[in-house]
């Protein structure tokens, strides 16, 4: 087998995996998956709103689970790990999820777009863009755009960042499709300006400290020299009234 075929045959498994786990935990709001090979055999996370539901009650869930990953897709000893979504209005597949319910409700695109967008701006994204494809008012197949904030098409920060998920929903018409980006707000950008302070250097703070001690001796001096020209003032003072007596 050549490398690419190998990559290409490892890229669609990944998928054959993704599109199980989400058919599987649809109700538990699946959110995404992570694959990585170990010596040991494959490490699995599960991305959920609800990691209960994946767990099962004395983990039986992902135990069965765990069975028909290796029967289904021979992966070799997967090791499966559930990780609770922090903020599901950043996650990319749990929005494009609700849109698609939405959709399935009859709710019409354009209220369940805008929705979806605003819910993800408020809660702290960077910029956002859904995507909503097929015959959506008319028998002729079109698409519907939502964009907000800043999102970035190209780059190394896309590579790095950029959170994104396709789903399909089976409607009366037809097939409808759904895509959605996220820029989450902890991405960094090359072009961002950040200033940065300089720390004071040893020798400014030596020469300073220098400073600060030779002030503090010389007062010290002056307050001795006026003290003890004060004491021989009053000397003279007291020796000029005795003279006069």
Same mark, same amino acid.
């Given at each position: 087998?050549?490398?690419?075929?190998?990559?290409?045959?490892?890229?669609v498994k990944k998928t054959k995996i993704d599109e199980f786990l989400r058919n599987e935990? #649809?109700?538990?709001?699946?959110? $995404? /998956?992570?694959?990585?090979?170990?010596?040991?055999?494959?490490? &699995?996370?599960?991305?959920? @709103?609800?990691? $209960?539901? /994946?767990?099962?009650?004395?983990?039986?869930?992902i135990k069965h689970l765990a069975e028909q990953l290796e029967q289904k897709f021979q992966?070799?000893?997967?090791? &499966?790990?559930?990780?609770?979504?922090?903020?599901? +209005?950043?996650?990319?597949?749990?929005?494009?999820?609700?849109?698609?319910?939405?959709?399935?409700?009859?709710?019409?695109?354009?209220?369940?777009?805008?929705?979806?967008?605003?819910?993800? @701006? =408020?809660? $702290?994204?960077?910029?956002?863009? !859904?995507?909503?494809?097929?015959?959506?008012?008319?028998?002729?197949?079109?698409? +519907?755009?939502?964009?907000?904030?800043?999102?970035?098409?190209?780059?190394?920060?896309?590579?790095?960042?950029?959170? *994104?998920?396709?789903?399909?929903?089976?409607?009366?018409? $037809?097939?409808?499709?759904?895509?959605?980006? !996220? @820029?989450?707000?902890?991405?960094?950008?090359?072009?961002? &300006?950040? &200033?940065?302070?300089?720390?004071?250097? +040893?020798? #400014?703070?030596?020469?300073?400290?220098?400073?600060?001690?030779?002030?503090?001796?010389? #007062?010290?001096?002056?307050?001795? =020299?006026?003290?003890?020209?004060?004491?021989?003032? +009053? #000397?003279?003072?007291?020796?000029? *009234? =005795?003279? *006069?007596?």
């Amino acid at each position: 087998m050549s490398v690419v075929k190998h990559f290409i045959d490892e890229a669609v498994k990944k998928t054959k995996i993704d599109e199980f786990l989400r058919n599987e935990f #649809e109700n538990a709001g699946y959110g $995404g /998956v992570d694959i990585t090979k170990t010596p040991l055999g494959t490490h &699995i996370v599960v991305y959920t @709103m609800r990691p $209960g539901m /994946v767990i099962g009650r004395g983990g039986e869930t992902i135990k069965h689970l765990a069975e028909q990953l290796e029967q289904k897709f021979q992966l070799p000893n997967p090791q &499966i790990s559930v990780a609770e979504i922090e903020i599901p +209005e950043l996650n990319a597949y749990v929005i494009a999820a609700r849109v698609a319910s939405a959709l399935k409700r009859g709710v019409h695109f354009r209220r369940a777009g805008f929705w979806a967008l605003n819910r993800v @701006m =408020e809660a $702290g994204a960077l910029g956002a863009e !859904i995507i909503i494809s097929g015959k959506l008012r008319t028998d002729r197949a079109r698409y +519907e755009k939502f964009h907000a904030g800043y999102l970035p098409k190209s780059g190394d920060p896309v590579i790095k960042y950029l959170r *994104k998920a396709e789903l399909h929903v089976q409607l009366k018409p $037809g097939i409808t499709g759904v895509k959605v980006r !996220i @820029m989450p707000p902890d991405a960094k950008f090359p072009d961002q &300006i950040q &200033i940065i302070e300089e720390a004071p250097k +040893e020798e #400014e703070t030596a020469e300073v400290t220098e400073t600060a001690e030779t002030t503090k001796v010389t #007062e010290e001096t002056e307050t001795a =020299e006026t003290a003890e020209t004060t004491e021989t003032t +009053e #000397e003279k003072v007291e020796e000029t *009234k =005795e003279t *006069k007596k």
